[in-house]
């Protein structure tokens, strides 16, 4: 069974910072895109960011700049660097593993991550 362990999410002011973390198996690590998505109440799952094992990354526009994507391979463990949090960044986060030459698509529990204005 795949398991994606996430960690960090809060409570945090405008302008603050986060860091979320997760954590999986190397089997899973090695070879699938880890990702972070977030939903916010009313709206649909939206990427937030990807990187892939050559540490090739995506973010969604809306955090370029703000946000960083970056892996520890001895930990298999990624995490999710939030610089300058706005209270639109408000909404749960889930950590996704993808391997879509095999459709295969695992999910994390989901962190909250609240920004009060």
């Known amino acids: 069974q795949v398991q994606l362990v996430e960690s960090g999410g809060g409570l945090v002011q405008d302008g603050g910072s986060l860091r979320l973390s997760c954590a999986t198996s190397?089997?899973?690590?090695?070879?699938?895109?880890m990702g972070w998505y977030r939903q916010a109440p009313g709206k649909a799952r939206e990427l937030v960011a990807s990187i892939t094992s050559a540490d090739n990354t995506n973010f969604a526009d809306s955090v370029k700049g703000r946000f960083t994507i970056s892996r520890d391979n001895a930990k298999n463990t990624v995490y999710l660097q939030m610089n300058n949090l706005k209270p639109e960044d408000t909404a749960v986060y889930y950590c996704?593993?993808?391997?879509?030459?095999?459709?295969?698509?695992?999910w994390g529990q989901g962190t909250q991550v609240t920004v009060s204005s």
């Open positions: 996704n593993a993808a391997n879509g030459l095999f459709q295969q698509y695992y």
């Open positions: 190397r089997a899973i690590f090695s070879i699938y895109v």
